[in-house]
């Protein structure tokens, strides 16, 4: 299957479904597509996914991101975000997050200019903006993503890998002691009236005065 994908036009919030695409045909097309595009990707056992996200669906994952690290960076703990590289696994799966983030196994991939899941870790903790109702968890389960955040109309859920699937949970793992579920929606809202710069300040100090974790 050779699609001249470049010539196909995906509407912003809109999704273009493929049908028994193959890992090589996959492959083939993010080449083509290469890695300086607005769309995502995700192929799961066969479909391939095609969404073109919306203005508000990257300016919220923007602030997010800036908001993880900013909290990291308060926390002094070490992190490497690649935003949305993408992740492929056993020839059957493959996904490109909003946003995603090593921790825990930073030290692992550190340095690293290329990664290989046979190999090396997935992402700590991955980060789903839904505005364009896109969201994979089957396939970051299949990753082995441990923590998965999905941001839905104006609510953060918090998801842990239990076995081959999510459940919610009220903390996050890796953040403990911190009410983020409650607080980084609000400050997402409030970057939208103040600005990004204002914002991120407030929650540098939001975080100090909560004292870091637990």
């Known amino acids: 299957m050779l699609l001249e994908l470049r010539r196909l036009e995906v509407p912003a919030g809109q999704r273009l479904l493929l049908r028994d695409v193959t890992w090589q045909e996959f492959e083939t097309i993010l080449d083509e597509l290469g890695e300086h595009r607005g769309a995502r990707l995700a192929y799961e056992q066969g479909t391939l996914e095609i969404m073109m996200p919306l203005p508000e669906h990257e300016d919220d994952k923007e602030i997010i991101g800036d908001l993880i690290k900013a909290l990291l960076e308060e926390l002094d703990i070490e992190f490497r975000s690649l935003g949305s590289t993408t992740f492929k696994k056993a020839k059957t799966q493959g996904l490109e997050p909003d946003q995603c983030f090593y921790i825990q196994h930073e030290g692992d991939i550190r340095g690293k200019p290329r990664l290989d899941l046979t190999i090396d ?76 710069n204002k914002t991120v300040k407030a929650f540098r100090q939001w975080v100090r005065a909560k004292g870091g974790m637990g």
């Open 121 to 196: 870790p997935p992402p700590d903790l991955a980060i789903e903006i839904d505005v364009t109702s896109r969201t994979h968890p089957s396939i970051y389960a299949a990753l082995g993503v441990p923590e998965l955040w999905q941001f839905d109309r104006g609510l953060l859920h918090i998801q842990v890998l239990q076995g081959d699937r999510y459940e919610q949970v009220a903390e996050s793992p890796t953040f403990p002691g911190l009410p983020l579920a409650e607080v980084l929606p609000r400050y997402l809202v409030e970057s939208k009236t103040i600005g990004r």
